[in-house]
Each structure stands twice: as structure tokens, then as C-alpha cells.
């Protein structure tokens, strides 16, 4: 079973900027889109963003458009959250995810177009 594995979560003040990493565990692995969501203590999971792996087509939630860039490394099957001008708002787990479904952007804010999650990384932004 593939894993997604996160990673460069942490604790930064408002304002900083912080990258968080998304690798699947087997390099034969191909998705057809991968996305980031975060979830904080006793509210639903949020969409975050998505790409398209073959033209690297991305979508955001309005909340982080503007600050937030996800993009993908194909041949290393990752992806990437570059998160800028970070808020206290922006606190939560951010877990990343990845589809091999071929209509999956139609509904890419959907977690349920998702197959494969990963655990989960850590991102508290202090005032």
C-alpha cells in the first residue's frame, strides 16, 4: 500500500513562511492529481489546494489564494505547499493527498475523490 508521507510542519509567527513537503512512499506511484487539506480540532477537513500532475493545473481555496502555491515534482512524485504570509487562522494539521481517478478535478476540493492520505503535519502560526 503506497504512503504519503509529510513533512516541514512546525511553529512560526504570523507573518513567516513556512514549506511543507508530500512524498509517496513508492516511486512507481503515479497520481493523477494531489492536494493538500488541513483540519483543526473538531471541524471537518478543509481544502487547502490540488494540482493537475500532467499540466500542473492548480486550484485554492479563497482563504489561501494569494499566499499559498502548490506544486509538483513528477519524476520524484511530491508535491508542494509553499505558505506564505502565514495567519494564526492557518493553524491546523495539513494532510496531503493524492488520487489516481481520472475525473477527480471535478470535484477536487471533495476529500472523497482522494484514495491515498498521508498522516498528517503540524502547522501553528502564533500572533
Known amino acids: 500500500q503506497v504512503q504519503l508521507v509529510e513533512s516541514g510542519g512546525g511553529l512560526v509567527q504570523a507573518g513567516d513562511s513556512l514549506r511543507l513537503s508530500c512524498a509517496a512512499s513508492e516511486r512507481t506511484f503515479t497520481a493523477s492529481g494531489m492536494g493538500w487539506f488541513r483540519q483543526v480540532p473538531g471541524k471537518e477537513r478543509e481544502f487547502v489546494a490540488a494540482?493537475?500532475?500532467?499540466?500542473?493545473?492548480?486550484i485554492y481555496a479563497p482563504s489561501v489564494k494569494g499566499r499559498f502555491t502548490i506544486s509538483r515534482d513528477s519524476a520524484k512524485n511530491t508535491v508542494l505547499l509553499q505558505m506564505n504570509s502565514l495567519k494564526p487562522e492557518d493553524t491546523a494539521v495539513y494532510y496531503c493527498?493524492?488520487?489516481?481517478?481520472?475525473?477527480?478535478?471535478?470535484?477536487?476540493?471533495?476529500?472523497?475523490?482522494?484514495?491515498?492520505w498521508g498522516q498528517g503535519t503540524q502547522v501553528t502560526v502564533s500572533s
Open positions: 493527498a493524492a488520487t489516481r481517478s481520472v475525473s477527480w478535478f471535478s470535484a477536487p476540493t471533495r476529500t472523497s475523490v482522494y484514495d491515498y
Open positions: 494540482i493537475r500532475r500532467s499540466s500542473g493545473s492548480a
